[in-house]
């Protein structure tokens, strides 16, 4: 009985012991419903990311634990498990590898409860603006909808542009700040319509816009809806470049919409060609662990985490001290999605990448570094 209870302390105590040799950095993504394909993709590469540290020793010398939970893309879920990861996982800080709605109603309640939590892709611009703990790496709307107007307007000269909104916030801000920009740079908007996330059939609204016979559609969306959307597009004989953005920027978009992909050109995070090392060492490893190629969503994710773990390692796990770090940060290229230039009103200032379908793959297009592409307005 003595070595029976010895042995029930010696395991409570390594479990203490193992405990305290962690820190918790919360994790929560859509990892079932409609949009499953870029949760398990975030969460991919936020795993990497966390191994990729811990072999490297840590931060300060404690592994870190990444803390998960499945939001399923909706608002109630991602606010409960914020709840549950600040009141029961204690985390130090979170990441959201999640769609702008779920990220809008977690970062409430994150900075309410004084933890820090970081947006990896969620573009919508009043996740930054919740409160002075709440970051974001990936573009937002009004960089991202202000370089998709400049790439059709100047890169490839579109004079008469068509767009189609998906009717949720990832859409309507992005198209808002696309219209208004592309209008300022001398544009024509021959033709708008809003559709409803998870709409299938296109074929009578672009039916409406090859009469309007545009230069370019801007056409947000996520994967399922890109596919969807180009390959109607492609089957009425619309021959006009079809721009998208980083809903577009997924395997998925390629399986689904076959040759109809060719030549689609986006806006998104992640230069698969770049040839910084870090670039093709994440790619490398996301392509060996998940048998297909990575996506701007699991970049970012790896960067969210990244960006953490440096606080951590700077700040300790004060939450002010944290966020300061954060706010400080300077020239970090050692993430995929970057370099980050640095954080200025909690954004992330990295250049602006463009992809073109080639070959059934994504391909290097074009880079925005210029500020007044890359900065967001009023910064």
């Known amino acids: 009985m003595r070595k029976f209870v010895i042995g029930i302390l010696l395991f409570m105590f390594v479990g203490l012991y193992a405990t305290a040799e962690t820190v918790k950095i919360g994790f929560f993504a859509p990892l079932t419903g409609f949009a499953a394909a870029d949760g398990h993709s975030a969460l991919a590469g936020a795993q990497i990311a966390v191994d990729f540290i811990n072999a490297a020793g840590g931060v300060n010398g404690k592994m870190i634990e990444l803390v998960y939970y499945d939001d399923a893309a909706r608002a109630d879920q991602a606010s409960a498990i914020a709840r549950k990861l600040i009141e029961q996982d204690k985390v130090v800080i979170a990441v959201s590898g999640s769609y702008s709605t779920p990220t809008r109603a977690a970062a409430k309640i994150f900075q309410e409860a004084g933890v820090p939590m970081i947006s990896a892709y969620a573009i919508h611009p009043s996740i930054i603006e919740t409160g002075h703990l709440i970051f974001r790496v990936g573009m937002g709307a009004p960089v991202e909808g202000v370089a998709g107007a400049y790439l059709a307007v100047k890169e490839l000269g579109a004079k008469k542009i068509a767009i189609l909104t998906m009717d949720n916030d990832f859409g309507v801000s992005l198209s808002e700040y696309f219209k208004d920009t592309a209008l300022k740079l001398g544009a024509e908007i021959v033709f708008e319509k809003k559709f409803p996330l998870g709409e299938k059939e296109f074929r009578a609204i672009l039916a409406q816009v090859r009469v309007k016979k545009p230069d370019l559609i801007w056409a ?7 596919a969807n959307i180009v390959s109607q597009a492609r089957e009425l004989g619309i021959t006009a470049t079809i721009l998208g953005q980083e809903g577009y920027d997924s395997p998925k978009f390629i399986e689904l919409a076959g040759e109809a992909a060719e030549g689609v050109i986006i806006v998104t995070d992640l230069n698969r060609d770049s040839e910084r090392e870090i670039v093709q060492k994440f790619l490398a490893e996301y392509e060996e662990r998940t048998g297909h190629p990575a996506d701007m969503v699991a970049a970012s994710a790896f960067d969210a985490i990244k960006v953490a773990a440096y606080a951590i390692a700077q700040a300790g796990t004060d939450a002010e001290a944290i966020a300061a770090a954060i706010d400080n940060i300077r020239h970090m290229y050692d993430v995929v999605t970057g370099p980050f230039f640095a954080f200025l ?19 290097f297009f074009h880079t925005f570094t210029e500020p007044e592409i890359i900065i967001p307005p009023g910064l």
């Not at 947000?220 to 890109?226: F, R």
């Not at 992809?355 to 994504?362: L, N, S, Y």
Request: zero cysteines; proline letters at 4%.
């Open 220 to 226: 947000t969306g996520y994967y399922a809806e890109a």
């Open 345 to 363: 009103g909690r954004e992330a200032i990295r250049p602006v990448e463009v992809q073109i379908v080639k070959e059934g793959a994504f391909r």
